[in-house]
């Protein structure tokens, strides 16, 4: 039997980039010196206009949403979907981000806390020990449509990552798209 892989905070974090939680995630690895990264639309869409240049992402070909969320659930080893509430709206980015998690046979937790981080970050923890990702990718819900979900998500990720020693750096962003 195999000893148990000691527990640390994931090397890299990707994400889309869009407000709220991914922009949040991608803030939070560039104050802690994190790998970063991850696939956006063409263009730097989001909803406040183009992504800033100092996120490094990557553009996808087309400047629709769902390309980049599948290539960035495909790039991790597991996603985390930061949302109030625990049940997933049809049709949403956020349905969609679980979707395709599960028909790539990749990890994903709902992390519908929102906005009790002393529930949300054990949450996260448990899903870290249990799944062990080098990559992961932080999706879920924009600032606009849950106000206070950036702040949610990067107390979460602080609380869980002051707990945790941090996994070794990877050497680029992210993985070459194959």
Do not use: W
Request: aromatic content about 6%; overall charge positive.
């Amino acid at each position: 039997m195999n000893p148990p892989l000691p527990l640390c905070f994931p090397a890299a974090l990707v994400s889309g980039g869009q407000t709220g939680a991914d922009r949040a995630a991608l803030d939070f690895a560039i104050a802690r010196g994190l790998t970063h990264g991850g696939y956006c639309p063409r263009g730097r869409k989001a909803e406040d206009g183009p992504i800033p240049a100092r996120y490094n992402l990557q553009e996808t070909e087309f400047d629709d949403y769902p390309t980049r969320t599948r290539m960035n659930v495909e790039m991790a080893d597991a996603t985390v979907i930061f949302q109030a509430g625990a049940k997933l709206r049809p049709r949403s980015g956020c349905a969609l981000t679980a979707s395709h998690a599960r028909k790539t046979g990749r990890p994903y937790l709902i992390a519908g806390e929102f906005p009790d981080v002393a529930a949300g970050a054990p949450a996260l923890r448990t899903f870290l020990e249990l799944h062990h990702p080098k990559i992961l990718n932080v999706a879920g819900s924009r600032e606009s449509s849950v106000p206070g979900i950036s702040a949610y998500v990067h107390a979460v990720l602080t609380a869980v990552a002051e707990r945790l020693p941090a996994a070794a750096a990877l050497r680029a962003p992210y993985p070459a798209p194959s």
